[in-house]
């Protein structure tokens, strides 16, 4: 199974809302991944998670707050979102978290497997 | 991270065999060449990566340039399914994050 399993599959909700996007994955992978990507562009990082930590944040904004609550399940919690952060929001799974220094041959086979996206509208 | 380039778009019909181009002039002596690509209404992925040695599986071929400077892509038969952003990623020491470049659109002609 290499699945990785996103919902909802779309949002609409307005500016004052709180909602939340939720990815699970059942493959043992111990490093997860939220991107964006907005129409006609490439995804682009916003949070990593090594083994239920986050590792990395991209300079995103609070009003999006991820949590890792167990190494299967990743939620990106909205808040107070404005109309440019409508996008396709994709999550994504690796077997481990990349390393310092010189990529050992597993890491670099470390290939991540993508959910389909949350398309996100904020009114 | 390394800085890649590829076509913005590139055209084939179907059963042929095409070739995708990307330069990776700044790659470092460790990043390995990753491919993805994203079919559409779908996420990104993975085809294939490699190193310095030219690779092989059962979605495509990669073939690295002997300066590793370049790469291309190639996929042997295309298919309607073949349609889609392909995109190159030298893989950074790191090795946690794909920085996506702006990929090339394949239509693929029946």
């Known amino acids: 199974d290499t699945e990785v399993t996103q919902t909802p599959k779309h949002l609409v909700m307005g500016m004052t809302n709180k909602k939340s996007l939720k990815c699970e994955q059942h493959?043992?992978?111990?490093?997860m991944y939220w991107y964006k990507q907005k129409a006609k562009k490439p995804p682009e990082l916003m949070f990593v998670?090594?083994?239920?930590?986050?590792?990395i944040n991209e300079s995103v904004p609070s009003r999006f707050s991820p949590e890792c609550p167990n190494s299967s399940l990743l939620n990106l919690h909205l808040h107070a979102l404005q109309p440019e952060d409508s996008a396709l929001y994709l999550c994504?799974?690796?077997?481990?978290?990349?390393?310092?220094?010189?990529?050992?041959?597993?890491?670099?086979?470390?290939?991540?497997?993508f959910g389909a996206g949350t398309r996100l509208s904020v009114l | 991270d390394a800085k890649t380039t590829q076509p913005n778009s590139m055209e084939s019909n179907e059963e042929e065999p095409v070739h995708l181009p990307c330069n990776h002039s700044?790659?470092?002596?460790?990043?390995?060449i990753h491919w993805y690509r994203q079919l559409p209404s779908q996420g990104p992925e993975y085809v294939i990566h490699?190193?310095?040695s030219n690779v092989n599986n059962r979605m495509a071929s990669l073939a690295i340039a002997e300066d590793r400077k370049s790469s291309t892509l190639i996929l042997h038969r295309a298919t309607l399914r073949d349609a889609a952003v392909y995109y190159c990623?030298?893989?950074?020491?790191?090795?946690?994050?794909?920085?996506f470049g702006e990929g090339t659109q394949l239509t693929v002609n029946p």
């Open positions: 700044t790659i470092s002596g460790t990043d390995y």
């Open positions: 998670y090594s083994y239920e930590k986050l590792s």
């Open positions: 490699g190193l310095t």
């Open positions: 990623i030298p893989r950074g020491a790191s090795g946690s994050r794909l920085t």
């Open positions: 994504a799974s690796s077997l481990l978290p990349g390393l310092a220094g010189e990529i050992p041959p597993h890491i670099a086979k470390n290939i991540q497997y």
């Open positions: 493959m043992g992978h111990r490093a």
